[in-house]
């Protein structure tokens, strides 16, 4: 390829939304503004199903004004997509660019849309077709490998704390057994977030599940148990994704058959089973010999990655700063990649970034490290420190108790 490379470039979103994927989407829209070897930028509706399809918007048309309240909007604006092409979609995708001239594509997404930007990176040199392919990280999951952290995590972390700060104080007014189900079909970082939470040694949430730590039956009811036993009351977070011993995900060891979308993926969100199948187990072995116990169940759902308004203002200038970079790393030669995060060194928080191989990202999932769990049911505070400089600050809260 030649460092001198010029066209037009495409750019799509893909997977779940996040509250700040459309910050990385200016960013990309700004950076073809300031460059020279890139023509015209166009935005691909619902991702790569948009290329082949050749639906796109000319996002030159956009205003300045139009892209600041675009950026501050939940969720993609481009409407997303979870296809993964293989070698027949990417032929309609390389017909597509030829026809109009791409030779740059940058995909919003996950560890999926990394892979699917791996596969069609690796197709374009195939079929020998200039093609400079950069994936632009977000995912509220926070697995992405190789990255230190991902855009749109900090905002649905801040979220999570938030709401399970207001839960505590619900269940300590009206006491009782209370599990929270959270986003993270196989790592825990989301549902570790709930840890900010407790401002006091009391504050739940008490027990905190994920996945990279196996969980039977016996140990959560042990448990729960304990906490309800020694304080009267009991808030549990517990991933989507935990599983049980075997490896078997408590969701999927519940239900008969599970639906999945075309990357495999068994779909966990966006129902109520888990939670009220952990509630009903609370109250059958815990309840019995007359005891009757106050047992509710909440899944939080998809607003915790989608919610206005309550932004991680460091979430938000790194998503755009991601999709910057990726357009200045466009134009440095025979490049191409994920744009990765890393922490730097020092007394205060502060991040760089670098390119790192789309294979380094693509498909696989990166794990709460060991040090970031306790006893299989608790957050260290190794994770804690970790993670507050990408929340932010959290709302003030106080309780009479403090009166001496």
Known sequence: ?????????????????????????????????????????????????????????????????????????????????????????????????????????????????????????????????????????????????????????????????????????????????????VMGRNAGFLTAASVLARQNPSDGPHLIYVPEAPLSEEKFLADVDRVYTKQGRCLIAASEGISKPGGVTWAEAMAEHVERDSHGNAQLSGTGALGDFLADLIKRKLGGGGKKLRVRADTFGYLQRSFPGFVSQVDASEARRVGQMAVKYSAQGEMEGSVAMKRLPGGFYSIDTFLTPLSSVAKETKHLDASYISDGNNITEAFVQYLKPLVGELPKVGSLDEIK
């Open 1 to 181: 390829m030649s460092s001198q490379l010029k066209g037009n470039a495409v750019v799509g979103q893909s997977g779940g939304p996040t509250a700040v994927i459309n910050q990385s989407l200016v960013g990309v829209i700004q950076g073809v503004a300031e460059c020279g070897h890139i023509d015209q930028l166009l935005g691909a509706r619902h991702g790569v199903r948009g290329i082949v399809d050749e639906k796109f918007i000319d996002l030159r048309k956009a205003s300045g004004e139009l892209l600041e309240r675009v950026a501050q909007t939940p969720a993609a604006a481009l409407g997303s997509t979870r296809d993964k092409p293989d070698a027949a979609y990417c032929e309609r995708i390389f017909k597509s660019f030829s026809k109009n001239n791409v030779r740059y594509f940058f995909y919003i997404g996950g560890n999926d849309s990394a892979d699917t930007a791996r596969i069609v990176s690796e197709l374009a040199k195939k079929e020998k077709y200039e093609l400079r392919v950069f994936h632009v990280p977000k995912t509220i999951d926070n697995d992405l490998r190789v990255h230190d952290h991902t855009p749109g995590y900090g905002s649905a972390a801040k979220f999570v704390a938030a709401a399970m700060m207001g839960d505590n104080f619900d269940n300590k007014s009206l006491p009782g057994i209370k599990v929270d189900v």
